[in-house]
Protein backbone atom coordinates (compact mmCIF):
# COMPACT_ATOMS: atom_id res chain seq x y z
CA UNK A 1 0.00 0.00 0.00
CA UNK A 2 1.39 3.49 -1.25
CA UNK A 3 -0.78 6.67 0.00
CA UNK A 4 0.69 9.38 -0.89
CA UNK A 5 0.85 12.64 0.82
CA UNK A 6 1.78 15.27 -1.01
CA UNK A 7 3.95 17.53 1.33
CA UNK A 8 5.60 14.88 3.38
CA UNK A 9 8.70 12.56 2.10
CA UNK A 10 8.82 8.97 2.15
CA UNK A 11 10.93 8.25 4.99
CA UNK A 12 12.84 5.63 2.94
CA UNK A 13 12.45 2.75 4.62
CA UNK A 14 11.57 -0.40 2.71
CA UNK A 15 12.68 -3.36 5.42
CA UNK A 16 10.65 -4.01 8.77
CA UNK A 17 12.05 -5.06 11.95
CA UNK A 18 11.02 -6.74 15.34
CA UNK A 19 11.01 -5.42 18.39
CA UNK A 20 14.48 -7.33 18.90
CA UNK A 21 15.98 -5.98 15.91
CA UNK A 22 15.26 -8.92 13.93
CA UNK A 23 14.57 -8.04 9.75
CA UNK A 24 10.65 -9.62 9.32
CA UNK A 25 8.16 -9.74 6.58
CA UNK A 26 6.41 -6.30 6.04
CA UNK A 27 2.80 -7.82 5.49
CA UNK A 28 0.88 -6.56 8.37
CA UNK A 29 3.47 -5.54 10.13
CA UNK A 30 1.84 -1.96 10.51
CA UNK A 31 5.16 -0.44 10.53
CA UNK A 32 6.00 2.06 8.39
CA UNK A 33 8.01 -0.03 5.36
CA UNK A 34 4.68 -1.28 5.07
CA UNK A 35 2.89 1.49 3.67
CA UNK A 36 5.43 4.02 2.42
CA UNK A 37 3.66 6.88 2.94
CA UNK A 38 4.43 9.98 1.37
CA UNK A 39 5.60 11.80 -1.49
CA UNK A 40 7.84 8.75 -3.38
CA UNK A 41 11.44 9.56 -3.98
CA UNK A 42 14.05 6.59 -5.84
CA UNK A 43 17.92 6.79 -4.19
CA UNK A 44 18.96 6.10 -7.52
CA UNK A 45 17.34 9.18 -9.68
CA UNK A 46 16.59 11.81 -6.77
CA UNK A 47 19.49 13.86 -7.09
CA UNK A 48 20.90 16.05 -9.93
CA UNK A 49 24.26 16.40 -10.29
CA UNK A 50 24.63 20.52 -11.97
CA UNK A 51 28.67 21.18 -12.27
CA UNK A 52 29.42 22.09 -8.50
CA UNK A 53 25.77 21.89 -7.01
CA UNK A 54 22.88 19.40 -6.75
CA UNK A 55 19.62 19.31 -7.14
CA UNK A 56 17.28 17.22 -4.68
CA UNK A 57 14.61 16.63 -6.97
CA UNK A 58 12.07 15.35 -4.37
CA UNK A 59 12.00 18.99 -2.92
CA UNK A 60 13.88 21.29 -5.21
CA UNK A 61 16.72 22.59 -2.98
CA UNK A 62 19.85 23.23 -4.98
CA UNK A 63 23.15 22.13 -2.43
CA UNK A 64 26.51 22.83 -2.95
CA UNK A 65 27.96 19.02 -3.58
CA UNK A 66 31.00 20.02 -1.71
CA UNK A 67 28.92 19.24 1.96
CA UNK A 68 32.43 20.28 3.35
CA UNK A 69 32.78 23.92 2.38
CA UNK A 70 33.23 25.54 5.34
CA UNK A 71 35.76 23.42 5.91
CA UNK A 72 35.96 23.29 9.59
CA UNK A 73 32.90 23.92 12.70
CA UNK A 74 31.70 27.21 13.12
CA UNK A 75 29.27 28.85 15.89
CA UNK A 76 25.59 29.75 14.46
CA UNK A 77 26.93 33.27 14.14
CA UNK A 78 29.89 32.28 12.11
CA UNK A 79 27.76 29.77 10.26
CA UNK A 80 25.51 33.00 9.04
CA UNK A 81 28.42 35.33 8.40
CA UNK A 82 30.26 32.46 5.85
CA UNK A 83 26.50 32.46 4.15
CA UNK A 84 26.66 36.09 3.93
CA UNK A 85 30.48 36.00 2.48
CA UNK A 86 29.34 33.09 -0.22
CA UNK A 87 26.70 35.68 -1.50
CA UNK A 88 29.10 38.70 -1.60
CA UNK A 89 31.50 36.47 -3.65
CA UNK A 90 28.02 34.99 -5.62
CA UNK A 91 29.57 31.47 -5.09
CA UNK A 92 28.32 29.23 -8.18
CA UNK A 93 26.91 32.60 -9.49
CA UNK A 94 23.72 32.88 -7.15
CA UNK A 95 23.69 35.40 -4.35
CA UNK A 96 20.61 33.96 -2.42
CA UNK A 97 22.29 30.94 -0.62
CA UNK A 98 21.43 30.13 3.04
CA UNK A 99 21.51 28.20 6.21
CA UNK A 100 18.90 25.64 5.79
CA UNK A 101 15.95 24.94 8.33
CA UNK A 102 15.56 22.25 10.16
CA UNK A 103 12.92 20.45 7.76
CA UNK A 104 15.09 21.16 5.15
CA UNK A 105 18.15 19.48 5.98
CA UNK A 106 15.99 17.03 7.47
CA UNK A 107 14.58 16.44 4.46
CA UNK A 108 18.08 14.80 2.58
CA UNK A 109 18.17 11.88 5.75
CA UNK A 110 17.40 8.32 4.35
CA UNK A 111 15.65 6.23 7.34
CA UNK A 112 16.64 2.98 5.07
CA UNK A 113 20.78 3.91 5.66
CA UNK A 114 23.52 5.25 8.39
CA UNK A 115 26.52 6.61 8.52
CA UNK A 116 25.82 8.44 6.40
CA UNK A 117 21.77 8.79 7.21
CA UNK A 118 21.62 10.36 3.09
CA UNK A 119 19.77 8.43 0.42
CA UNK A 120 21.80 5.38 -1.09
CA UNK A 121 24.13 6.89 -3.97
CA UNK A 122 24.57 10.48 -2.76
CA UNK A 123 26.56 12.77 -4.56
CA UNK A 124 27.62 14.47 -2.41
CA UNK A 125 31.63 15.03 -1.19
CA UNK A 126 33.22 15.83 2.07
CA UNK A 127 30.07 14.87 3.77
CA UNK A 128 30.95 15.02 7.52
CA UNK A 129 29.01 12.21 9.68
CA UNK A 130 28.01 14.27 12.52
CA UNK A 131 26.03 17.68 13.29
CA UNK A 132 25.07 20.17 10.70
CA UNK A 133 23.75 23.51 11.98
CA UNK A 134 20.19 24.42 10.70
CA UNK A 135 18.83 28.67 10.53
CA UNK A 136 16.11 27.26 13.12
CA UNK A 137 16.00 28.53 16.45
CA UNK A 138 14.82 26.36 19.55
CA UNK A 139 12.74 28.46 20.99
CA UNK A 140 12.72 26.36 24.41
CA UNK A 141 15.88 27.92 24.77
CA UNK A 142 16.17 30.58 22.36
CA UNK A 143 20.38 30.69 22.64
CA UNK A 144 19.94 27.36 21.25
CA UNK A 145 19.33 26.36 17.60
CA UNK A 146 18.30 22.98 15.76
CA UNK A 147 20.94 20.78 14.33
CA UNK A 148 20.59 17.45 13.10
CA UNK A 149 22.89 14.13 12.75
CA UNK A 150 24.21 13.64 9.11
CA UNK A 151 25.67 9.63 10.48
CA UNK A 152 22.21 8.82 12.39
CA UNK A 153 19.14 11.11 11.75
CA UNK A 154 18.88 12.79 14.84
CA UNK A 155 17.50 16.48 14.99
CA UNK A 156 18.16 18.01 18.79
CA UNK A 157 19.28 21.70 19.13
CA UNK A 158 22.59 22.95 20.76
CA UNK A 159 24.14 26.37 22.48
CA UNK A 160 24.86 28.67 19.62
CA UNK A 161 28.12 29.63 21.22
CA UNK A 162 29.45 25.32 20.23
CA UNK A 163 30.77 24.74 16.59
CA UNK A 164 29.16 22.51 14.13
CA UNK A 165 29.44 22.23 10.41
CA UNK A 166 27.81 24.47 7.45
CA UNK A 167 26.19 23.04 4.55
CA UNK A 168 24.28 25.73 2.35
CA UNK A 169 21.15 25.71 0.37
CA UNK A 170 18.81 27.70 -2.13
CA UNK A 171 16.15 27.11 -3.83
CA UNK A 172 12.27 27.04 -2.79
CA UNK A 173 10.74 23.47 -1.91
CA UNK A 174 7.55 24.43 -3.82
CA UNK A 175 4.80 22.16 -1.90
CA UNK A 176 6.73 19.49 -0.48
CA UNK A 177 7.84 21.29 2.42
CA UNK A 178 5.90 23.13 4.95
CA UNK A 179 7.30 26.34 6.88
CA UNK A 180 8.67 25.79 10.23
CA UNK A 181 6.32 27.87 11.96
CA UNK A 182 9.17 30.35 13.50
CA UNK A 183 8.23 33.66 12.28
CA UNK A 184 10.94 35.60 14.63
CA UNK A 185 14.80 35.84 15.05
CA UNK A 186 17.21 35.73 17.80
CA UNK A 187 20.58 36.09 18.31
CA UNK A 188 23.70 34.13 20.22
CA UNK A 189 22.57 35.33 23.14
CA UNK A 190 18.66 34.43 22.69
CA UNK A 191 17.42 37.99 22.64
CA UNK A 192 14.81 38.63 19.88
CA UNK A 193 16.32 40.71 16.96
CA UNK A 194 14.82 42.44 14.00
CA UNK A 195 14.80 39.70 11.32
CA UNK A 196 16.09 41.91 8.43
CA UNK A 197 18.97 40.60 6.61
CA UNK A 198 19.39 38.26 9.61
CA UNK A 199 19.18 34.98 6.94
CA UNK A 200 17.40 33.33 9.93
CA UNK A 201 14.77 30.65 9.23
CA UNK A 202 11.95 33.40 11.11
CA UNK A 203 12.96 35.73 8.15
CA UNK A 204 13.12 33.34 5.36
CA UNK A 205 10.33 31.32 6.05
CA UNK A 206 10.86 29.15 3.31
CA UNK A 207 8.49 26.36 2.37
CA UNK A 208 5.05 25.65 1.49
CA UNK A 209 2.79 28.26 4.13
CA UNK A 210 0.16 26.83 6.09
CA UNK A 211 -3.98 26.76 5.15
CA UNK A 212 -5.73 29.28 7.42
CA UNK A 213 -7.22 27.64 9.30
CA UNK A 214 -4.77 24.51 9.05
CA UNK A 215 -6.50 22.15 11.81
CA UNK A 216 -10.57 21.15 11.73
CA UNK A 217 -11.68 19.19 14.65
CA UNK A 218 -14.02 17.01 14.11
CA UNK A 219 -16.15 14.39 15.92
CA UNK A 220 -13.12 11.84 16.53
CA UNK A 221 -10.65 13.37 14.74
CA UNK A 222 -8.11 16.38 13.83
CA UNK A 223 -8.00 17.10 10.01
CA UNK A 224 -4.49 18.62 9.11
CA UNK A 225 -5.75 20.73 5.47
CA UNK A 226 -1.76 20.79 4.98
CA UNK A 227 -1.05 17.39 4.87
CA UNK A 228 -4.39 15.83 4.10
CA UNK A 229 -3.83 13.44 7.43
CA UNK A 230 -6.16 12.90 10.34
CA UNK A 231 -4.79 12.58 14.20
CA UNK A 232 -6.88 10.59 16.46
CA UNK A 233 -8.45 13.07 19.13
CA UNK A 234 -7.13 11.04 21.81
CA UNK A 235 -3.12 11.74 21.46
CA UNK A 236 -2.98 9.16 24.25
CA UNK A 237 -4.42 5.85 22.51
CA UNK A 238 -2.72 3.17 24.79
CA UNK A 239 -3.51 5.01 28.01
CA UNK A 240 -0.42 6.02 29.32
CA UNK A 241 3.25 4.70 27.92
CA UNK A 242 4.06 1.52 26.51
CA UNK A 243 7.06 -0.45 24.14
CA UNK A 244 7.00 -0.09 20.58
CA UNK A 245 4.86 -3.65 20.47
CA UNK A 246 2.32 -2.21 22.20
CA UNK A 247 1.92 0.77 20.39
CA UNK A 248 1.61 -1.22 16.83
CA UNK A 249 -1.37 -3.95 18.44
CA UNK A 250 -2.76 -0.74 19.93
CA UNK A 251 -3.24 0.86 16.66
CA UNK A 252 -4.46 -2.86 15.29
CA UNK A 253 -6.96 -2.85 18.20
CA UNK A 254 -8.25 0.29 17.22
CA UNK A 255 -9.24 -0.78 13.35
CA UNK A 256 -10.65 -4.06 14.64
CA UNK A 257 -13.07 -1.88 16.27
CA UNK A 258 -14.43 -0.95 12.78
CA UNK A 259 -13.28 -3.78 10.77
CA UNK A 260 -11.40 -2.06 8.57
CA UNK A 261 -7.64 -1.29 8.62
CA UNK A 262 -7.81 2.15 8.54
CA UNK A 263 -5.66 3.57 11.06
CA UNK A 264 -1.64 3.32 11.53
CA UNK A 265 1.40 4.19 14.00
CA UNK A 266 2.54 7.38 11.95
CA UNK A 267 6.42 7.35 10.05
CA UNK A 268 8.25 9.49 12.03
CA UNK A 269 8.33 12.74 9.01
CA UNK A 270 4.57 12.53 9.36
CA UNK A 271 5.05 13.22 13.73
CA UNK A 272 7.61 15.94 12.99
CA UNK A 273 5.36 17.80 10.70
CA UNK A 274 2.91 18.78 13.72
CA UNK A 275 5.65 20.81 15.00
CA UNK A 276 5.41 24.50 15.07
CA UNK A 277 8.87 25.95 15.76
CA UNK A 278 7.48 29.34 17.43
CA UNK A 279 6.02 26.97 20.25
CA UNK A 280 7.58 24.90 22.87
CA UNK A 281 5.54 22.76 25.69
CA UNK A 282 4.24 21.46 23.58
CA UNK A 283 5.86 22.41 20.47
CA UNK A 284 2.77 21.62 18.39
CA UNK A 285 0.71 23.01 15.84
CA UNK A 286 -2.53 21.70 17.05
CA UNK A 287 -3.69 23.16 19.94
CA UNK A 288 -3.94 20.97 23.33
CA UNK A 289 -7.39 21.70 24.00
CA UNK A 290 -8.10 20.32 20.31
CA UNK A 291 -6.88 16.71 22.02
CA UNK A 292 -7.61 14.32 24.52
CA UNK A 293 -4.48 13.07 26.48
CA UNK A 294 -1.79 15.19 25.04
CA UNK A 295 1.40 13.02 25.99
CA UNK A 296 5.34 14.35 25.69
CA UNK A 297 6.95 11.37 23.45
CA UNK A 298 5.21 9.61 20.68
CA UNK A 299 6.24 6.48 19.17
CA UNK A 300 6.59 6.36 15.51
CA UNK A 301 6.47 3.55 12.75
CA UNK A 302 10.10 3.79 11.79
CA UNK A 303 12.95 1.99 12.77
CA UNK A 304 16.50 3.25 13.94
CA UNK A 305 18.42 1.52 10.97
CA UNK A 306 21.62 2.75 13.47
CA UNK A 307 20.33 0.09 16.03
CA UNK A 308 17.01 -2.10 14.54
CA UNK A 309 15.99 -2.42 17.96
CA UNK A 310 15.39 1.25 18.34
CA UNK A 311 12.81 3.12 16.62
CA UNK A 312 11.96 6.43 15.84
CA UNK A 313 9.97 9.16 17.80
CA UNK A 314 9.12 12.86 18.42
CA UNK A 315 9.61 14.28 21.61
CA UNK A 316 7.14 17.02 21.30
CA UNK A 317 7.34 19.00 24.04
CA UNK A 318 11.07 20.17 22.68
CA UNK A 319 10.15 19.17 18.96
CA UNK A 320 12.62 16.84 19.37
CA UNK A 321 13.61 14.00 16.62
CA UNK A 322 15.37 11.10 18.65
CA UNK A 323 15.15 7.34 19.03
CA UNK A 324 13.60 5.16 22.29
CA UNK A 325 14.97 1.31 22.63
CA UNK A 326 11.57 -0.54 20.86
CA UNK A 327 11.02 -2.85 24.71
CA UNK A 328 11.13 -0.14 27.07
CA UNK A 329 7.55 1.06 28.39
CA UNK A 330 8.26 5.27 27.51
CA UNK A 331 6.34 6.66 24.78
CA UNK A 332 2.93 7.28 23.86
CA UNK A 333 0.81 6.53 20.70
CA UNK A 334 -1.02 8.72 18.35
CA UNK A 335 -2.99 7.22 15.46
CA UNK A 336 -2.98 8.41 11.81
CA UNK A 337 -4.84 8.11 8.93
CA UNK A 338 -4.46 9.07 5.47
CA UNK A 339 -7.74 10.28 4.18
CA UNK A 340 -10.09 10.69 6.68
CA UNK A 341 -13.25 11.18 4.21
CA UNK A 342 -13.63 7.28 4.18
CA UNK A 343 -15.20 5.64 5.11
CA UNK A 344 -18.00 7.87 6.24
CA UNK A 345 -18.93 8.58 10.01
CA UNK A 346 -15.87 9.15 11.45
CA UNK A 347 -15.59 12.55 10.85
CA UNK A 348 -18.51 14.79 10.52
CA UNK A 349 -18.51 18.68 8.72
CA UNK A 350 -21.56 19.41 10.54
CA UNK A 351 -19.40 19.32 13.60
CA UNK A 352 -16.45 21.45 12.38
CA UNK A 353 -15.08 23.34 14.20
CA UNK A 354 -11.54 25.28 13.18
CA UNK A 355 -8.34 25.36 15.34
CA UNK A 356 -6.09 28.53 15.12
CA UNK A 357 -3.80 28.13 12.78
CA UNK A 358 -0.31 29.67 15.03
CA UNK A 359 -1.24 29.20 18.79
CA UNK A 360 0.96 31.35 21.13
CA UNK A 361 3.62 29.94 23.43
CA UNK A 362 2.01 27.18 25.62
Same mark, same amino acid.
Given at each position: ???????????????????????????????????????? !??????? *?? @?? /??? =?????? +??? &????????????????????? !??????? *?? @?? /??? =?????? +??? &???????????????????????????????????????????????????????????????????????????????????????????????????????????????????????????????????????????????????????????????????????????????????????????????????????????????????????????????????????????????????????????????
Amino acid at each position: MHNRVENTLQTGQVDCYDQSGLRLDCAGSGQDAEFGSGVV !WRPETRF *QV @QG /DTV =LDTATG +LHW &LRDAGCGEFPKTWQEAHEFIA !WMNRREV *QG @QS /DWR =LPNRRE +LRS &LISHQSTRPALPEQHPFTHLFQGWYWTSTTAVISPAHAWYVDLAGGRMFYGGKDQSFMVWPVRGSTGHRLPVTGQDACYDARGACIDCAGSGQDGAVQAGQPWPDPRFHVMQEGVLDRLTGLGWQRCADLADGEVDWSRALSTIEALNAVSGQRIWRLPNINELETLVDCSRSRPALAITANCLERLGTIYWSSTTSMYQPDWAWALYLDKGAVGVGHKGQAAFSVWAVRNDPARPPGWMHRSNDKPSHPRPGNG
